[in-house]
């Protein structure tokens, strides 16, 4: 099963939108399977944004991803890490759909809530160095389930 990485920035924890983020993953079909608040260092956020170190905004990016705990998230789920890009919606806010995450949250790129994968091989490498420990295999009591 495909598996990616979602991660509410400090201005989504700051705001109170886990809950709101949570519930719209899970009501779209996708089983969470580890999460974690946590206040990463800089060396951490600096391994998570290394493709983005030559870019201007890097060190604004890494000390505001640093000034505030975040919301570190494995969903998984058929198509999730395609599905998850849609849900969260485009990266910059002007350019998001209303009733995408960011769409409906969001009015500027510096302060855009939350991250997501955006391939299986980003996601599982995201993964590995958020969640080191391993994440939860578990199976849901809807699969057994008798609808009538």
């Not at 974690?36 to 170190?53: F, I, N, S, V």
């Not at 998984?76 to 002007?94: I, W, Y």
């Not at 009591?141 to 009538?148: A, L, N, P, T």
């Amino acid at each position: 099963m495909e598996r990616t990485y979602i991660m509410i920035k400090p201005d989504g924890v700051q705001r109170g939108l886990i809950g709101e983020i949570i519930k719209r993953f899970e009501q779209k079909g996708y089983k969470l399977i580890a999460m974690k608040l946590t206040a990463p260092g800089r060396a951490h956020m600096e391994q998570h944004y290394a493709d983005l170190a030559g870019k201007k905004f890097f060190p604004g990016l890494i000390e505001y991803m640093t000034s505030g705990p975040v919301c570190a998230m494995v969903w998984e789920g058929a198509n999730v890490v395609k599905e998850g890009r849609k849900m969260l919606g485009a990266t910059m806010p002007s350019e998001s759909a209303c009733g995408t995450i960011r769409g409906d949250f969001c009015i500027e790129v510096g302060r855009n809530v939350c991250h997501g994968s955006d391939s299986v091989d980003s996601a599982e490498k995201e993964i590995g160095l958020w969640f080191p420990e391993g994440v939860c295999a578990w199976d849901s009591c809807k699969s057994s389930w008798v609808y009538e």
